[in-house]
């Protein structure tokens, strides 16, 4: 990260978090079904519209996702929020622990960056499409 703001002429002021209670909270929050979140001023309409796939992938992504027992584990660590200690962490999400900060989840489906964390049981298909082109 400091590469990237190196070119930046920026002065960094630390803020406690409780001082910063609404981006403390929406940094924490848990997934929730609905589309509004309650005592919060907005609506998430669609969170997939730059994701490069259809809906019927991105369901299929989901479901997988829910399905695989690495990546359940990895969902709810990464709502929940990640242990200090990397030994504090569920051991079979440890190939993540370097990514814990890149990882987020929007309504089921693990995202690094914004990028689609690819259930197992789909990657080869997803590989096959990629390289379709070819």
Not at 18 to 47: F, M, N, Y
Request: charged share 25%.
């Amino acid at each position: 990260m400091l590469l990237r703001i190196r070119r930046y002429h920026v002065t960094v002021k630390y803020v406690p978090g409780k001082q910063i209670s609404l981006a403390d909270a929406l940094s924490r929050i848990t997934p929730c079904p609905a589309s509004a979140i309650e005592g919060l001023d907005i609506s998430v309409h669609e969170i997939h519209s730059k994701l490069n796939a259809s809906t019927t992938r991105i369901s299929q992504i989901r479901e997988e996702t829910a399905k695989d027992n690495t990546l359940a584990v990895l969902r709810e660590t990464v709502a929940v929020g990640w242990p200090e200690k990397r030994a504090d962490c569920p051991e079979i999400i440890h190939g993540y622990w370097n990514y814990r900060d890149e990882l987020g989840v929007e309504d089921g489906i693990i995202l690094k960056k914004s990028r689609i964390v690819i259930p197992p049981s789909l990657r080869k298909d997803v590989l096959e499409q990629l390289h379709y082109a070819h």
